[in-house]
Nanobody, 123 residues
Framework: QVQLVESGGGLVQPGGSLRLSCAASGSSFSAYAMGWFRQAPGKEREFVAGISNSANTNYVDSVKGRFTISRDDAKNTLYLQMNTLKTEDTAVYYC?????????????????WGQGTQVTVSS
């Protein structure tokens, strides 16, 4: 059974940085694309960033230039480096594993999900 466990969330001031991690187990991590999604209170879950098994990446426009997704296949770990955080980045962030080596920005591409980690950007 695939398990995804996020960590690294917390409270940060606007302009600050956080690095989220997602530890994966139970699958051939390197074979699959991975992604980060987020859900703010009262809003639908949205795609944030994705990375294929060959490290091709894509981002939602609102985080381009501020967030970086990366993966360490030797450690079975996915990362999201978040810089210049804004109050509108406040949300629960979810790690997800794609059904395939590639990904799209839609939920249905992803088969397994973590439990989420809270990111709060506030002064």
């Amino acid at each position: 059974q695939v398990q995804l466990v996020e960590s690294g969330g917390g409270l940060v001031q606007p302009g600050g940085s956080l690095r989220l991690s997602c530890a994966a187990s139970g699958s051939s991590f390197s074979a699959y694309a991975m992604g980060w999604f987020r859900q703010a209170p009262g809003k639908e879950r949205e795609f944030v960033a994705g990375i294929s098994n060959s490290a091709n990446t894509n981002y939602v426009d609102s985080v381009k230039g501020r967030f970086t997704i990366s993966r360490d296949d030797a450690k079975n770990t996915l990362y999201l480096q978040m810089n210049t955080l804004k109050t509108e980045d406040t949300a629960v962030y979810y790690c997800a594993q794609s059904r395939w080596s590639w990904f799209t920005n839609t939920d249905s591409t992803f088969e397994y999900w973590g439990q989420g980690t809270q990111v709060t950007v506030s002064s």
